[in-house]
């Protein structure tokens, strides 16, 4: 079977998933649509895809199979929705929408539609997680912590925390994701943010993130982040999720995973593109029927969204947040 694709947005993650889509054999992209002309007919022409304006002409001409929403954030519930209202599966970007109210209206649509979803938690997909599930096993954590020590996001509607949602909403909702992937799901967040590094009027957001929280299971977590470096700190301080549990220490980066115990240390690195894993799935998922190719689903990872978005809101009213109560009051 090939998957004719149809791509909603053409901007730069349109491209990155465009990229590893054209190393999947069943997939094709046959349809990109895009506000802006130029980016809809730019990415089109690589595949032979017709471009469209409109997303909604091309949901309605096209036959596909499946869809990308690659939107900005804040555009991506309508999409989304429209698109499971059309009966067709979707790979969507995190963070799925900038509410919990919007996330909660796509998710009832993709229920009552039941379709297969992938928001793309792509660090899910990758060795070094999938090995680090294998070797933690049912070990209880104790605490997990993560940091990613960044710059200014080079999007420019990134940058704005009204648009974006800020680091914590829209960068390291990864680290997190994972957090809650191997300890169980977060019952409280509290959150404290700074605005030091750089006046409003040049940079509209916060620049400095602290989250503590808690899980389920009985484990404490914690992040820390900043916007406020430069791109090459990453050589220095790479971003990481970091577990421990009873005599054992893990590692998850970019390039793989590091495990040490006090039997020695032992290194698992990633291979290939970073975001090649979740399109792999997706696509393999619509081929086959079989969703359990899917880690990330739109129900799966709700309490990814909501973790982050408590986190803000903690940040803002200097409150302990109850992700439960949290979620509720939006559904
Ligand atoms: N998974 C990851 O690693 C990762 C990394 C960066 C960004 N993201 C997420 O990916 C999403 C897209 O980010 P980006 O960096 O590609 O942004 P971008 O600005 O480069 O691309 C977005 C594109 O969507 C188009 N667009 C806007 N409204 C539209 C609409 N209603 N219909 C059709 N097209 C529309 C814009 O013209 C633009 O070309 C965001 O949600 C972002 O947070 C994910």
Redesign the pocket.
Known sequence: MTVRIGM???????NTHADCLAQIAQARIVAV????PD?AQTLAARSGATGYTD?RTMLAREKLDAVYI????G??AQ?AIDTAEHGLPFFI???LTLTMRDAWRVARAVERANVMTCV?Y?WRYTHAALKAQEILGDRPVALTAAEWWWTLPP?P??RDKDL?GGQVV?QTT?LTDLCQLFAGEVTEVYAAYSHNAYRDAEFHNWDGYALAFKHASGAVGSLRCTYALFKEIAEFQVPRVELIAREMFLRITPTGLIVVTPQGRQEFANTGAH?FGANHAFISAVVTGDASYIRSSVPATLRSLALTLAANESAQTGKPINLAEFMRAAE
Do not use: F, N
């Open positions: 909603i947005g053409a901007g730069r993650m349109a649509a895009d506000v802006l980016r997303y690659c939107t900005p954030t555009e991506h999409p970007e995190k963070p793309c792509h999007i509607w990134l974006g829209d990864h975001h």
